[in-house]
Each structure stands twice: as C-alpha cells, then as structure tokens.
C-alpha cells in the first residue's frame, strides 16, 4: 500500500550534519503520521523522531532533542530528519515509519509502513 523510500545515510565525523529524507508513494502523504527510528549495532530499534499529520505537533527523543529536527514537506510527500553535532552514538540504521493515525507514537508497532532503512555511521 504506503511505500517509503529513503535517502541514504553516509560515513561522517562527530560533529558533522547529515539530513535523511523518506518520500512516500501513493498520495497518502497528508494522512500519515511520520516518524523516524533507528537501530544501533546489538541493539533494539529506538524511536528518534515524530510529526503529526497536520504537524503542529512534533516529538524528539531525549537523546536527540536539540541536536536532531524532524520536518515534513507535503507538497513533495517527504519527510527529513535534519541531524546536526553528531555523535558516534548516533551510528545506527535509520528507518522512517508511518501510520495512519491522529498521534505521534513512541513505539514500533504502532508503525503499518516502513522504509527500507539506512545506514548512519558516525566516527570519533
């Protein structure tokens, strides 16, 4: 149904910026609520990110707020995680997700679609 592609993510030093950018298929962009995960080495995936469908509301995990943004562009069906100072913690695989839902979510399985996911390294 929903399709989400996502850009790549890259190799960069702490630091460093990088924006990710997922587009959706199907012109179902404005009913989906946007979100962004990710997955470090050994570890369960995390959410990192979220917009509501009209985005007026935004929610940012604690271990990114004020260095990550999340944005949504709906006359281009995309969303972008804008990630400044990154740290080599942040190295993960970065997903983006959607719903068709009323509320950002915290968790995984609230999430119907799923983007193919993208790798984040960041070194020291």
């Known amino acids: 149904q929903v399709q989400l592609v996502e850009s790549a993510g890259g190799l960069v030093q702490a630091g460093d910026s990088l924006r990710l950018s997922c587009a959706a298929s199907?012109?179902?962009?404005?009913?989906?609520?946007m979100a962004w995960f990710r997955q470090p080495p050994g570890k369960e995936r995390e959410f990192v990110a979220g917009?509501?469908?009209?985005?007026?509301?935004?929610y940012h995990a604690d271990s990114v707020k004020g260095r990550f943004t999340i944005s949504r562009d709906n006359a281009k069906n995309t969303i972008y995680l804008q990630m400044n100072r990154l740290k080599p913690e942040d190295t993960a695989v970065y997903y983006c997700?959607?719903?068709?839902?009323?509320?950002?979510?915290?968790?995984?399985?609230?999430?119907?679609?799923w983007g193919q996911g993208t790798q984040v390294t960041v070194s020291s």
């Open positions: 997700a959607a719903d068709v839902s009323y509320r950002v979510s915290t968790r995984d399985h609230d999430y119907d679609y």
């Open positions: 917009m509501s469908r009209s985005a007026d509301s935004t």
């Open positions: 199907g012109g179902f962009f404005s009913r989906l609520v």
